[in-house]
């Protein structure tokens, strides 16, 4: 039973931080992450109140510590608590995606639910993470649909919209051996024209001259001429 005396911590997963009000004050519960949360102390009715004022727990920007949770949001009158998505499980159905599983997140009809799912998305990509395009179509029509007040969808979804996780696999290792063939030619290729270049050019490869005939020196041309005179007066 929950002690009305006592704080119970309020936990933010969240990668932002989140603006709290109370009857009494105003609190900034700062950033955390799915692996250390940060948190705050409340009393039980500070957090109904707190419940009555924002939907940061209806749609788990906001959580509670395990071993409280039920109770806490029993206290609330959220009795679906456990249909809630942790960040975890939104994580694990847009990486690993099953028919059912994409139906649960096209039937939040939440703006701001969705919103953090599709902030989840969103992170996920921008980190790189491969998701498929069916996928990643389906978020963004969702979103569109939210968007303009669409609360129930009209996205069908087909059996050929969830990728099996083996398949990613299959397409990154033939990416990888595509790659390191790739590498392998350019080597290849690379080595061929070293030794190309290296090689002595044969007779065959070397480019034709033509000599041009030197003239002969002025000098020797006078000599021949009067050569010539000497010989002609010796035969009159």
Excluded: C
């Amino acid at each position: 039973m929950l002690d009305k005396q006592r704080t119970y911590m309020v936990l933010n997963y969240d990668t932002s931080p989140i603006a709290i009000t109370t009857r009494d004050h105003n609190d900034l519960i700062p950033a955390g992450n799915d692996d250390i949360p940060a948190s705050l102390p409340l009393t039980i009715d500070e957090i109904v109140y707190v419940n009555s004022t924002t939907k940061a727990f209806k749609i788990g920007r906001l959580r509670f510590e395990p071993e409280f949770e039920a109770e806490i949001y029993n206290e609330l009158r959220l009795y679906d608590w456990q249909n809630i998505l942790t960040n975890q499980q939104i994580y694990d159905i847009i990486l690993h995606p099953t028919l059912e599983q994409l139906e649960r997140i096209l039937a939040i009809d939440d703006q701001m639910y969705f919103d953090r799912i599709y902030g989840a998305y969103m992170g996920l990509r921008n980190a790189g993470a491969t998701i498929s395009n069916n996928v990643e179509n389906i978020m963004k029509a969702r979103y569109k649909e939210l968007s303009r007040n669409k609360r129930k969808t009209e996205i069908q979804l087909r059996p050929k919209d969830v990728a099996p996780a083996q398949d990613n696999a299959v397409v990154e290792d033939l990416q990888k051996q595509l790659a390191e063939t790739r590498a392998l030619l350019e080597q290849l290729m690379a080595a061929q024209d070293t030794v190309a270049s290296s090689a002595p050019a044969s007779k065959a490869d070397e480019p034709e001259t033509t000599e041009t005939p030197k003239p002969k020196a002025a000098t020797q041309r006078k000599k021949t001429a009067s050569s010539t005179r000497s010989s002609t007066s010796k035969k009159e």
